[in-house]
């Protein structure tokens, strides 16, 4: 696959994943739930016209990768979180850039009525 010419969007939204992550030791002791948004661009014109799943990256080869950061690791921030996912697809997927927007459900912040705080990383290849 081409990495210059077409910039062509994969999606994957609202990935819904528990690990222990959190400065605060009472955070790393009780499984959390995470959301994860990722974005990658590559041209995926080769697979709009083969319909081949061989000419473009199979979706959950995504997923397990981020699962796999997500629920195996552990962080103190979303922020490193977030940029473990980045460089990890980067790495292993012929894509030009990779977006990770993270979000933490429950943070422990007194008073706080959301759905969540999250941040978003975005990095290019090379």
Known sequence: MAEHGNQDTIRLEQLSLYGFHGVHSDERSVKQQFIVDLEVALDLS??????SLGDTINYEDLYLVVK???ENR???LIESMA???TKTVL???PVATARA????TAPPIDGLVSE???VEIYRTKG
């Open 91 to 93: 790495t292993l997927f």
């Open 101 to 104: 927007r993270v979000k933490k």
């Open 74 to 76: 552990t962080f103190n």
């Open 83 to 85: 940029e473990a996912i």
């Open 46 to 51: 080769a697979p709009a016209h083969s319909d």
């Open 68 to 70: 796999n950061i997500v």
């Open 116 to 118: 969540g705080i999250s």
